[in-house]
């Protein structure tokens, strides 16, 4: 007879269903690898209430019971690996970028600083001393020494050189608005050209290279201006030890002023070095390329800045 049939459980009424917060933190903890702590943070939310839900459902509590707890698990556990990896992969990601921002300050500006010691040492040829500033008759600095080198670095650079009023200061009403117009072989990477902004400079504190000229050479026929410069024989501590050009981020002078940098080389590698930067790229008085390490002794990058100083280069000077 249908009455003596047993009666069902209450709680089949409803039939168990898969709780929804289960399958979101499944969801998000899949989604954590791609999107990080924007999805593992709430998938793991997720997951903690869907397994209490869960539980409070299996033990009697209102409502159907709850299935998924395999799917919460799932989603807790790759929540959590995002979540505790975010960090190291953040580490990977920044550590990338300064391998990547320390090349390019030492690949550009190595291929760069050639163009420039060939130039410097194609003046030095013509005239027997380093190119220094460019002066008027009584010796006060009006131009760059970058803008004695235009000649040498192509034939767009020698036609910008002809613009210029050799006679004249670097910030005149006509010489001014050519300092937008620099040559990218002065420029910094990532800094554009056209704010005529550089970072390659020559030593001229004391004792340096530059700290002293040796002579001048006319520049047009009216003799109003010269080009003053360096013998290369009143070089005594050697060409090949001796910096004569360097790529230092961050000094950022107008590519046309005269004057360069007349601070302590070592002073500057210090805080270059603190910024990350592991290498300075330099130009030496032989004519190479080289990349001065900024961890340095300060006694060894003084000595290589030195013109005279007499000092004796330890090994690992490069």
């Known amino acids: ?67 998924g707890r395999g799917l919460a698990i799932t989603g807790i556990t790759l929540s959590a690996i ?52 460019i002066i008027d008759r009584d010796a006060r600095p009006l131009l760059s020494w970058r803008v004695a080198i235009l000649p040498h670095l192509g034939d767009e650079a020698a036609a910008l050189y002809r613009e210029f009023h050799l006679d004249e200061p670097w910030d005149s009403d006509h010489n001014k608005p050519l300092l937008a117009r620099m040559p990218a072989v002065f420029a910094t990477p990532g800094e554009p050209p056209q704010k005529g902004l550089t970072d390659v400079v020559h030593p001229i504190g004391e004792g340096t290279a530059f700290s002293e000229v040796d002579g001048a050479k006319s520049l047009d026929e009216a003799e109003t201006a010269g080009l003053s410069g360096v013998r290369p ?26 004057g360069d940098f007349n601070g302590d080389p070592a002073g500057v590698f210090a805080t270059l070095k603190a910024a990350g930067l592991r290498v300075v790229v330099v130009g030496m008085g032989d004519g190479s390329v080289r990349p001065i390490r900024t961890d340095l002794d300060p006694r060894t990058i003084r000595a290589l800045f030195s013109r005279n100083g007499g000092e004796t280069l330890p090994e690992d000077a490069f």
């Open 233 to 258: 024989e009143t070089i005594r501590d050697g060409l090949s030890n001796t910096v004569l050009v360097a790529f230092l981020p961050g000094l950022q002078t107008p590519w046309t002023q005269p």
């Open 82 to 133: 995002a979540t505790l990896l975010w960090p190291l992969i953040v580490l990977l990601l920044v550590s990338g970028l300064d391998a990547a921002r320390n090349a390019a300050l030492v690949f550009l500006p190595s291929n760069n600083l050639k163009q420039i010691v060939f130039a410097t040492q194609r003046v030095q040829d013509s005239t027997g001393f380093f190119p220094g500033d």
């Open 1 to 67: 007879m249908v009455n003596d049939l047993p009666a069902l459980p209450a709680d089949s009424a409803e039939p168990p269903r898969t709780s929804g917060l289960a399958i979101a933190s499944l969801v998000l903890g899949v989604l954590s690898c791609p999107f990080n702590l924007l999805a593992s943070i709430p998938g793991l939310i997720c997951g903690i209430i869907g397994l209490r839900s869960i539980k409070r459902s299996e033990q009697g509590g209102a409502g159907p019971r709850l299935t």
